[in-house]
């Protein structure tokens, strides 16, 4: 889903900094309406907070902390790829009910990664009740970068191209570059990066590729095996939904977390 509600006017730098992750983001924002879904949207994109949760600080604009959420919940085939998830729900509930609560007295923002329509990859959070089944309910959406993506494009049109970024991306939220390179000389973090690749070796055990188990060999070589074998099952995928390259191309969304912001009266 990559609409917007309303018209982009600019640009807001949303910052997030936790024990263990500094990111730096920058977001468009709903135009100011006559919505309260707009301008609780509006206002999660802008309104700074800090929280502490799960033994961690941290602080940024909700949307942000949001954002994050997601891409640390990724999925694939509906099989977790991460055993714990930073920020907490706790977190991110409770950094959203500071900004929300005061503009409408039935809140609930969902925030989602998926790299094209229907991917076997996604990632998703949710806070706050569900709507009424019945009444008036308000949305508004508008689309966040994913965090640690940055300007990440693949160099051509082909399905293997594709499928190498979307990889590359996955590998990124679930196996972080930090982790990576304290892992070549921490044991620690060799045992977490283990434990990571399995996770996503384990869920890639019913596609067939020929790629090597990478948690013997250095860790950045680890690292480019999982992300090879990850890009293969993409790229198969790719293939099936989509009749060209192009348009396979066309539908890649792997920048994006969409915020969905719904409030309601009680």
């Known amino acids: 889903m990559r609409g917007q ?6 640009t807001l730098a949303l910052v997030v900094v936790s024990a263990t992750v500094g ?3 920058t977001a468009p924002a709903p135009a100011s309406t006559d919505s309260r879904a707009t301008e609780t949207a509006t ?21 942000a902390l949001l954002a994050h959420g997601a891409v640390a919940r990724v999925t694939l085939a509906d099989e977790a790829l991460a055993a714990s998830y930073h920020p907490s729900r706790d977190a991110l509930t409770r950094a959203t009910d500071r900004v929300a609560r005061h503009r409408a007295s ?17 990632g998703r959070v949710a806070v706050g009740e569900r709507p009424p089944p019945s009444g008036s309910v308000d949305a508004a959406v508008t689309t966040l970068p994913a965090p640690d993506v940055g300007r990440m494009r693949p160099p051509n049109a082909t399905y293997d191209a ?3 970024t979307v990889a590359r991306a ?11 390179e304290r892992a070549a000389y921490d044991e620690g973090a060799r ?21 090597e188990d990478g948690r013997a060999a ?3 070589v680890a690292v480019d095996r999982l992300e090879s074998r990850l890009g293969e099952r993409v790229a198969a995928d790719l293939r099936e939904r989509y009749d060209s390259p192009r348009a396979a191309r066309d539908a890649l969304s792997v920048r994006d977390v969409t915020l969905v912001v719904r409030t309601w009266s009680r």
């Open 106 to 122: 039935g809140v609930r923002v969902r925030a989602v990664w998926e790299p094209y329509p229907d991917a076997p990859l996604s």
């Open 162 to 164: 594709l499928g190498a």
């Open 43 to 63: 206002a999660l994109q802008t309104a700074t907070v800090t929280v502490e949760a799960d033994g961690r600080t941290h602080h940024g604009t909700p949307a």
């Open 5 to 10: 509600s309303t018209v982009v006017d600019g």
């Open 23 to 25: 990111l730096l983001l």
């Open 191 to 211: 045992t977490a990066l283990d434990t990571r690749l399995a996770r996503v070796e384990g869920a890639l055990a019913d596609f067939e590729t020929d790629g």
């Open 170 to 180: 996955t590998v990124r939220f679930v196996v972080p570059p930090a982790l990576v």
């Open 218 to 220: 250095p860790p950045d």
